[in-house]
């Protein structure tokens, strides 16, 4: 037997920066509670442009939680209230019956709005190509031992590359610090050998452009460690501080 579900959804809509907002309310009525929050809001967008209303804005691509694409605040808390868990991989099933839920875009000076619970985060693009680049002639395909990484550094880097982007410890923080965001790229390349090369520049640089995107500081409150989707450990901003 399926279960059923039925939601009051609060949802902030907006039609561009320039323009006043506000929240909408819609009713979604015995929804599957197999549905994601996501495919509800699909369902809803068929309701409006049946309507002839414009439908929700909100941002997606992969939705099995690898591509850091979607991502919006849940009742104040960026891709809702589930541990571990982006924003496309949130059921139904993970809300109360009759409740209410309110959704709104991610809140942080380097992410413009740009409609309804989509903001700009090209800030983090910005960030990740002021780390630079270098070019090496790879020829042929090397042999896979080649460059000898231990199984400890492999694993911790491979954990600090699982950040997918998505901003929401930026959103968490208090300062809008980006430092989780710069540390998790930063210690993914400069655990391993391919990313010695300009390792402590690339540190500078990233520092550098978090200012220039009016990033705030790290003040340690750590709501960035526990809204991350990945789990990315707040100790690396210790490492990022000391490169
Ligand atoms: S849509 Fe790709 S992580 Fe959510």
Redesign the pocket.
């Known amino acids: 037997m399926t279960n059923k579900i039925s939601l009051d959804l609060r949802i902030w809509r907006q039609e561009s920066v320039s323009q006043e907002g506000a929240y909408v309310e819609y009713r979604i009525e015995d929804l599957s509670t197999n549905l994601s929050l996501?495919e509800a809001l699909d369902k809803l967008n068929e309701e409006l442009v049946m309507n002839g209303e414009r439908p929700i804005n909100f941002?997606?691509?992969?939705?099995?939680?690898?591509?850091?694409?979607?991502?919006f605040l849940v009742n104040g808390q960026p891709h809702g209230p589930k541990d571990a868990t982006?924003?496309?991989?949130l059921y139904l099933r993970n809300f109360r019956d009759q409740s209410t839920l309110t959704l709104e875009p991610l809140r942080a000076k380097a992410f413009p709005l740009i409609q309804d619970l989509v903001v700009d985060r090209s800030s983090l693009d910005r960030l990740i190509i002021s780390g630079g680049f270098y070019s090496v002639d790879t020829g042929s395909a090397p042999d896979a031992n080649s460059f000898k990484v231990s199984q400890d550094n492999s694993s911790s880097a491979f954990q600090t590359a699982t950040c997918?982007g998505?901003g929401a410890c930026i959103a968490s923080c208090r300062n809008a610090s980006a430092s989780l965001f710069v540390a998790a790229k930063l210690a993914h390349l400069g655990q391993l050998p391919q990313g010695q090369t300009l390792r402590s520049e690339r540190a500078k640089q990233m520092k550098k452009q978090m200012a220039a995107e009016e990033f705030g500081s790290c003040s340690n409150n750590l709501d960035c460690e526990a809204i991350c989707?990945k789990e990315i450990s707040s100790n690396w901003i210790s490492w990022m501080n000391r490169e």
Do not use: F, K
């Open positions: 996501l941002d997606h691509d992969c939705r099995e939680g690898i591509c850091g694409s979607c991502g982006t924003i496309c991989q997918i998505c989707p």
